[in-house]
């Protein structure tokens, strides 16, 4: 992989997660009103996760090849996993 290419990989992860770590009244006031598709509104990580997809320009899911899309869906994917808590043992 490219130096760059892994350098803005990491950086968009790193980003993604501070946002989807933000409470949803604070994602709510970051996107405004909420797009609503017959009469159902989107969750507010959902439009978040949509919006910055396009915003990093991202190709369409339905553009790539199947197994484009299953490398690209698991690179979204482990960008936004964040470790869950520590429980006692």
Do not use: K, N, W
Not at 6 to 16: D, H, P, Q, T
């Amino acid at each position: 992989m490219h130096r760059l290419s892994a350098f803005r990989l990491r950086l968009e992860a790193a980003m993604a997660q501070r946002l989807f770590a933000l409470p949803e009244s604070v994602v709510r006031r970051l996107m405004g009103r909420p797009l609503v598709v017959q009469g159902q509104a989107l969750e507010p990580h959902v439009e978040l996760a949509c919006r910055l997809a396009r915003a990093i320009r991202r190709p369409p899911i339905q553009s790539l090849s199947p197994t484009e899309a299953r490398a690209d869906y698991h690179l979204s994917v482990s960008a936004v996993d964040l470790p869950g808590p520590t429980l006692p043992q």
